[in-house]
């Protein structure tokens, strides 16, 4: 395959679903700039250090730390085949530095934004509905349990309704993701590279068409 994937989406549009499912059937690692930060708070390398000394200042890490340490995780041997990004690039300027990074690897950029409008998003919010013992989701509107307030598989157990799950927290993260990502749909969108997809669908339908894109790309 030899592919970057990029996949972007507002939060709710169901881009981990379809992070997990291209990383399960294509045997593509999945690059998430959160993990690496925490794997390397654990590490004693250079680098390592070189991080925790600016997030010990309370500093935002700069973007051409965060290519560098992109840059590590994505040499190893598990991503010479492709790899999948999860918050990164967040920027332009990062969007730029990944450029760069693909060509030394000999690799293609794929951008995929996945497309949800806010009514979708707030039923999808708004109607979750969690099990406290086994973690299962459940949704009001699209995937209710037997009892409206208890889990399927856990009677004993009441589901709980995440506090930030109302609508307007979801105004709020929208207005935040469409501040700082529009300049970047923009940038992919500018060269012809944005593959828009309606996130409403069913998963499996989503997963088909996001697979026939990367595989279809040059």
Same mark, same amino acid.
Request: glycine share 6%; aromatic share 6%; net charge neutral.
């Given at each position: 395959?030899?592919?970057?994937?990029?996949?972007?989406?507002?939060?709710?549009?169901?881009?981990?679903?379809?992070?997990?499912?291209?990383?399960?059937?294509?045997?593509?690692?999945?690059?998430?700039?959160?993990?690496?930060?925490?794997?390397?708070?654990?590490?004693?390398?250079?680098?390592?250090?070189?991080?925790?000394?600016?997030?010990?200042?309370?500093?935002?890490?700069?973007?051409?730390?965060?290519?560098?340490?992109?840059?590590?995780?994505?040499?190893?041997?598990?991503?010479?085949?492709?790899?999948?990004?999860?918050?990164?690039?967040?920027?332009?300027?990062?969007?730029?530095?990944?450029?760069?990074?693909?060509?030394?690897?000999?690799?293609?950029?794929?951008?995929?934004?996945?497309?949800?409008?806010?009514?979708?998003?707030?039923?999808?919010?708004?109607?979750?509905?969690?099990?406290?013992?086994?973690?299962?989701?459940?949704?009001? +509107?699209?995937?209710?349990?037997?009892?409206?307030?208890?889990?399927?598989?856990?009677?004993?157990?009441?589901?709980?309704?995440?506090?930030?799950?109302?609508?307007?927290?979801?105004?709020?993260?929208?207005?935040?993701?469409?501040?700082?990502?529009?300049?970047?749909?923009?940038? +992919?969108?500018?060269?012809?590279?944005?593959?828009?997809?309606?996130?409403?669908?069913?998963?499996?339908?989503?997963?088909?068409?996001?697979?026939?894109?990367?595989?279809?790309?040059?």
């Amino acid at each position: 395959m030899n592919k970057i994937i990029v996949l972007m989406g507002v939060p709710g549009a169901g881009k981990g679903t379809q992070a997990r499912l291209l990383q399960e059937r294509n045997k593509l690692p999945q690059i998430s700039t959160g993990d690496i930060f925490r794997e390397l708070a654990k590490e004693e390398t250079a680098l390592a250090e070189e991080v925790r000394a600016v997030q010990a200042t309370g500093k935002l890490i700069s973007d051409d730390l965060v290519i560098r340490v992109v840059h590590e995780r994505t040499n190893r041997a598990d991503c010479k085949d492709g790899y999948i990004l999860d918050g990164f690039p967040r920027t332009t300027g990062q969007a730029a530095m990944l450029e760069k990074l693909a060509v030394e690897q000999g690799k293609k950029i794929v951008a995929i934004f996945i497309d949800v409008p806010f009514v979708e998003l707030e039923k999808r919010t708004t109607g979750r509905r969690i099990c406290p013992v086994c973690g299962e989701i459940y949704n009001i +509107y699209s995937k209710p349990p037997k009892s409206d307030t208890v889990c399927d598989l856990h009677p004993e157990a009441k589901l709980t309704h995440r506090a930030d799950d109302t609508v307007e927290k979801i105004k709020v993260r929208l207005a935040t993701y469409e501040q700082e990502t529009r300049p970047l749909l923009d940038y +992919y969108e500018a060269s012809h590279r944005l593959h828009r997809i309606d996130g409403t669908r069913d998963p499996e339908v989503i997963y088909a068409q996001i697979e026939k894109i990367v595989m279809s790309t040059e």
